[in-house]
């Protein structure tokens, strides 16, 4: 009798053990590495997208004002500002998945603030074709909020640490310099379209510069994602 429950209690350790080694895995879900990849590459490119569109959009308005150019400048500038608003709408719509595990409400406020800056730069398109006014100070409001932004975005990088620390804290030294020249500029206090005021775009232009470059080689943290 001894036996036979010694012989049951080995076969019901044996099958324990086999259902435990056939067992399939249990994943949590998460980004994978391939989706990842992805986004970095998405945000990089809308990174760069903005800002060259609007620095040849702001180009031609000023060419169509200051030298009589034809009509077709203007339409052109508007375009290309209207093509760097949607890449920062999109640039905060796909930060908004990387960063929400790590920072919350941090990852909303930056996609409201990219939207509010589409909404700027699209508003502008229309009153130059509406009007056909000259207004140079309209890259103050659009510098505030991308300002704005641009701080919360890079604050929100060094909590999550999907970067590197030292990057993140470009932005973060770099955009309320940025934003404060913008906001004295509107005062005008220093004007930094021109001269020694273009100084305060300096950090800020940089990290806008040197993450897209750095999610185009490196991209994202990956293991930090999937950890939470």
């Not at 350790?13 to 080694?21: D, H, M």
Request: hydrophobic share 50%; charged share 10%; aromatic share 8%.
């Amino acid at each position: 009798m001894k036996t036979a429950t010694i012989e049951r209690s080995i076969e019901l350790t044996n099958a324990t053990s086999l259902a435990t080694v056939t067992a399939p895995t249990v994943r949590q879900s998460g980004p994978t590495d391939t989706t990842t990849r992805k986004t970095a590459v998405l945000v990089g490119l809308c990174f760069l997208a903005a800002t060259f569109t609007f620095a040849i959009g702001n180009a031609l308005i000023r060419s169509y004002f200051s030298s009589a150019n034809p009509r077709d400048a203007l339409i052109a500038g508007v375009f290309l500002l209207g093509c760097c608003g949607l890449s920062v709408a999109a640039n905060g719509a796909a930060m908004r998945r990387v960063l929400s595990p790590h920072t919350p409400i941090r990852s909303r406020a930056y996609l409201v603030l990219r939207v509010a800056e589409c909404l700027t730069l699209l508003a502008v398109g229309v009153y130059f074709l509406a009007s056909h006014a000259q207004w140079n100070a309209y890259v103050l409001a659009v510098y505030a909020v991308s300002g704005a932004a641009g701080f919360v975005l890079s604050s929100a990088l060094l909590s999550s640490r999907i970067v590197p620390r030292n990057l993140s804290m470009l932005g973060v030294i770099g955009y309320p310099v940025f934003l404060a020249g913008s906001i004295l500029a509107m005062f005008n206090v220093i004007d930094i379209t021109h001269g020694a005021g273009m100084l305060a775009l300096v950090p800020g232009g940089l990290f806008e510069l040197i993450l897209p470059i750095w999610l185009f080689t490196k991209g994202f943290t990956t293991h930090l994602l999937e950890a939470r």
